[in-house]
Each structure stands twice: as structure tokens, then as C-alpha cells.
Nanobody, 125 residues
Framework: QLQLVESGGGLVQPGGSLRLSCAAS????????IGWFRQAPGKEREGVSC????????NYADSVKGRFTISRDNAKNTVYLQMNSLKPEDTGVYYC??????????????????WGQGTLVTVSS
């Protein structure tokens, strides 16, 4: 069984930071590209960031460039999303997803194979 589990969400004030983790079980992440996505209440899901299988390539939504950093530790079977300078509009449920595609050019479109359950991030004063 292929499973992804997100953790690290919570309540943070504007300007603060959080680090999200995405841990895999049932498969090894080194064979998969990973994407982070988020969905605010009443809004469509949007792609946030993706990272290639080796970690050598990344991409980001324009709204988070310069503030968020995606990384992976294949030895720990975990992918991270470091979120800095958080804004209220960053609020939402954050999901990670995996796909065995060798590239990430279309990753942010969201057509990935395995999805986690999500972790809630709330940015509010």
C-alpha cells in the first residue's frame, strides 16, 4: 500500500515560519517526483512546489517564490516544505503527492498518482 503522510501544520502569525514534512510508506520516494499543493476553503486546489526524483530540479508557484523552499531527504523517505514570511493568503490544507514521472514540468497541474491526507496551515494574527 502506497501512502503519504503530511505533518507540521498549525497556527502561525503573519511573517512567521513553518516546516511541513511528507513521509512515505509502502514505497521509496527516490523513485518519485513530489509536489506540494494547497486548498483554501471555498477555493480550488493550487500547486505550490514540486521537486524531481533526485532533488536536482524544483519549481514554485509565483505566489510563493522567494518565501518557500522544497527539499527532500531520500534516505529518510521524506520531503519538506519550508515556509517563511507567511501571509494570511497562505492559509489552507496542504497536501503532498507523488508521481513516478521523470520530469516535473507539469507537476504543478496536480495530475499525480498518490496523495496524502493533508495538514492544515492557518496564518492569522
Amino acid at each position: 500500500q502506497l501512502q503519504l503522510v503530511e505533518s507540521g501544520g498549525g497556527l502561525v502569525q503573519p511573517g512567521g515560519s513553518l516546516r511541513l514534512s511528507c513521509a512515505a510508506s509502502g514505497f521509496t520516494l527516490d523513485g518519485y517526483a513530489i509536489g506540494w499543493f494547497r486548498q483554501a476553503p471555498g477555493k480550488e486546489r493550487e500547486g505550490v512546489s514540486c521537486i524531481s526524483r533526485s532533488g536536482g530540479a524544483t519549481n514554485y508557484a509565483d505566489s510563493v517564490k522567494g518565501r518557500f523552499t522544497i527539499s527532500r531527504d531520500n534516505a529518510k523517505n521524506t520531503v519538506y516544505l519550508q515556509m517563511n514570511s507567511l501571509k494570511p493568503e497562505d492559509t489552507g490544507v496542504y497536501y503532498c503527492a507523488a508521481d513516478h514521472s521523470p520530469g516535473i514540468s507539469s507537476c504543478l497541474r496536480g495530475y499525480l498518482e498518490v496523495w496524502g491526507q493533508g495538514t492544515l496551515v492557518t496564518v492569522s494574527s
